[in-house]
């Protein structure tokens, strides 16, 4: 099972990516979207591209990172979550693929990870959302924000992206509830022109402002009538369906 580009998306906006190899905040070297030399597939790529393994100051291109993230994670941790976890919804495996590829396959063996084999979701949500987020004995803002988005994705397949996703969906906005906002909108623009308006005549002509306050009054109610007209019009004119 491969992981899909919204799950990709996650793991790469969590990892974030840097050019220049640099020590983690547990002192492991770390180039690209978090590759180490502790990853097969990645270590294999480094070697044959260098000959050598990852160095401080060594760089990336990002084209070259695109390319080598969805390899590694259907190479080397969605292969592992299949093998640990089984066949699992496609938000279930990306979760999954996000925790194992920040944690390492071996968290695939973890309490979270035996309650979602088991069949408790919520389960182990709640355990992935409420640990694994420390790094060299600290707890750590970015972690507990990934570790909740993973559970977040793990029980309801929100992707944290705004988009629709499995078991939760954006909402459409009713028929009622946009009509609604239009016309607000529709008596907000109103007001808003005749005030402008009056405004701008008071300032010019020298009229009274009560003259032009009475005016717009009047031409407000007048397009409330206009509305009601137009919608008893709409609700006679017969239906072209079928």
């Known amino acids: 099972m491969r992981i899909s580009d919204r799950g990709l998306a996650l793991i790469a906006r969590h990892e974030g990516f840097v050019a220049r190899a640099y020590r983690d905040p547990v002192g492991v070297l770390t180039i690209g979207y978090g590759f180490t030399m502790g990853s097969r597939v990645f270590a294999a790529y480094w070697r044959d591209r260098h000959g050598r393994a990852l160095a401080p100051g060594d ?33 279930q495996h990306d979760a999954a693929c996000s925790v194992a590829f920040n944690l390492g ?40 924000r990934r570790r909740r988005e993973e559970a977040a994705l793990l029980l309801a397949g929100d992707y944290g992206d705004g988009g629709a996703g499995e078991g939760n969906p954006v909402a459409a906005p009713e028929a009622g509830n946009r009509s609604a906002r239009a016309r607000r909108g529709l008596w907000a623009s109103l007001v808003s022109a ?14 009274s402002p ?13 397009a409330g009538v206009l509305l009601l007209v137009r919608r008893h019009w709409r609700r006679r004119r017969p239906s072209r369906a079928g």
């Open 59 to 91: 760089r990336l291109e990002r084209a070259e990172a695109d390319a080598l993230l969805r390899r590694l994670v259907d190479g080397e941790y969605g292969a592992a979550v299949t093998r640990e976890l089984g066949e699992l919804p496609q938000h």
């Open 210 to 222: 009560w003259w032009i306050a009475g005016a717009a009054v009047a031409a407000i109610i007048g």
């Open 105 to 144: 396959p071996r968290a695939l063996r973890w309490r979270w990870a035996r309650a979602l084999k088991a069949g408790d979701r919520r389960g182990a949500a709640e355990i992935l959302g409420a640990n694994y987020n420390t790094a060299g004995g600290r707890r750590l803002a970015g972690l507990v």
């Open 194 to 207: 005749f005030g402008l308006g009056a405004a701008g005549m008071v300032e010019s002509e020298g009229l």
